[in-house]
């Protein structure tokens, strides 16, 4: 029997075995805000249980379920945050540094900044499918991540010895490089901990990493930019050593407190295992496991590919994407304002926050009602409105709104669609890791191009006089 075949018998056989009920994903309303027929459902999700939770009660089976997801929460979430504003910091302080004074320091001339932002992709494109299908065999987060970070923090480290535009080519493609494991591996991770009616709003939890980074990054780099000139140093060198030099020193602590997969992590007991195996399985009706349905990465990867809704998924993020690359420039955006570089840096960070909140809440409320379409084409509306305003008018209190409208809207589709994914290609855990790296490596690759939508004439053209 084929792969295929084989997880469609699973499914089908897991549909015929019992009826797939559904309750709230924080599994928090209580009896009394339930009607009788929801009351009878909710007494009859727990079913077809794995034998060390057949003697619990249902209202056991609720308290162990909730108690067990709130400690996943705290063990894995703050970390992978924490993980992923290092992550971005690193790979987009070079937007801060300009305003430093990068570009004048190393001699850059025309488009040469903008190769420097484009190189990066090209590693960050090629290596992320093979990064997920290392980690799929692997199937320890703890010890992958913790490598790729050693390296990642010490190339970001040494981007300030660079002296000219050579240097700063190799060293951006090599951060690329390494780089690409964190994100797909981050969702992967993710998905392997979390249901359908739970994940989106991790994913925006997880995405709130980002956008903290681009709030507070400025707010940093505005202070360590101050160090110009101590011990006959820029500032913006400071600002790759002592960022650079953090993600380092994270290290330790991510290999110790980061939990691996349901199955061989130790923070849990057996029962708080099986009851998350169990929701998982229950998810789409066959086990987070690729023994279990006999597939290999190599079948997978074949899986992925065939599927119509991973390329339709390719496509709307691949347009996203796109849009979004209006923050690898947004300093120099801000910039066009015309204040000075340190109240610029501060103004970037406003947008970023009202996107960690607006987010985090959309997120929330796709998870709430199971929609996605929706919740994609809103906020891309709204984005579009903003990116109107932004180029027809120079009136800077317009354009500043337009940059707090921009922000928060692109985010807030960009969460969902990243659910989307491992909704659409679930099981087995193959195909979602390589479903995952696959959208987001080829709709990356318009940030090869995207960078030279914005070359520094244009910063002219739009700043106000």
């Not at 899986?303 to 709307?316: E, H, P, Q, R, T």
Request: net charge neutral; hydrophobic share 45%; proline share 4%.
């Amino acid at each position: 029997m084929s792969a295929e075949k084989s997880e469609f018998s699973h499914i089908e056989e897991s549909k015929a075995q019992a009826t797939h009920y559904e309750v709230s994903s924080d599994l928090k309303r209580s009896d009394s805000e339930l009607g009788p027929r929801e009351i009878a459902e909710e007494q009859d999700y727990y079913t077809n249980l794995p034998e060390s939770l057949q003697d619990l009660t249902q209202e056991e089976l609720k308290q162990l379920d909730k108690k067990t997801l709130r400690k996943i929460d705290l063990r894995l979430m703050p970390m992978l945050i924490f993980i992923y504003i290092l992550n971005y910091i690193d790979r987009n302080n070079i937007a801060s540094a300009r305003l430093g004074g990068l570009e004048e320091d190393l001699g850059l001339k025309g488009n040469q900044y903008q190769i420097c932002i484009s190189i990066l992709f090209i590693g960050y494109i090629l290596f992320q499918v093979p990064s997920n299908m290392l980690l799929n065999k692997i199937g320890r987060p703890s010890t992958y991540l913790a490598v790729v970070m050693t390296i990642w923090g010490a190339i970001s480290t040494c981007t300030a010895a660079v002296q000219g535009f050579g240097g700063l080519v190799a060293i951006r493609a090599c951060l690329g490089i390494v780089e690409s494991a964190f994100f797909c591996s981050a969702l992967m991770i993710l998905a392997s901990w979390y249901d359908k009616k739970t994940l989106a709003s991790r994913n925006s939890i997880l995405y709130s990493g980002s956008l903290i980074s681009s709030a507070f990054s400025g707010l940093l780099a505005a202070g360590i930019l101050e160090m110009d000139g101590l011990g006959g140093i820029q500032g913006w060198r400071y600002l790759f050593i002592i960022e650079g030099g953090v993600t380092v020193l994270t290290v330790p602590f991510a290999y110790f407190i980061l939990p691996d997969t349901p199955a061989n992590t130790k923070f849990l007991s057996q029962q708080e295992k099986d009851i998350i195996q169990w929701r998982l399985q229950k998810d789409v009706g066959v086990k987070d496991s690729d023994k279990e349905a006999e597939i290999s990465d190599w079948e997978g990867f074949k899986l992925a590919v065939k599927d119509i809704k991973m390329w339709m998924l390719c496509g709307m993020h691949s347009f996203l994407v796109a849009a979004c690359g209006v923050t690898n420039f947004f300093p120099t955006i801000v910039g066009t304002l015309n204040f000075n570089h340190t109240i610029t840096l501060c103004l970037t960070a406003p947008p970023y926050v009202v996107a960690v909140v607006v987010t985090y809440f959309w997120a929330k409320n796709a998870d709430r009602t199971g929609e996605r379409t929706l919740h994609v084409i809103i906020p891309l509306i709204c984005a579009l409105v903003a990116f109107i305003i932004a180029v027809a008018t120079l009136n800077t209190g317009a354009r500043y709104f337009s940059m707090i409208l921009m922000i928060p809207s692109l985010y807030c589709a960009f969460v969902v669609i990243l659910t989307w994914i491992s909704n659409c290609c679930p099981r087995p855990p193959a195909k979602r890791a390589i479903s995952i790296a696959m959208v987001n490596c080829l709709s990356n690759s318009t940030s090869i191009w995207n960078a030279f939508l914005y070359p520094q004439a244009m910063v002219l053209v739009m700043s106000r006089p």
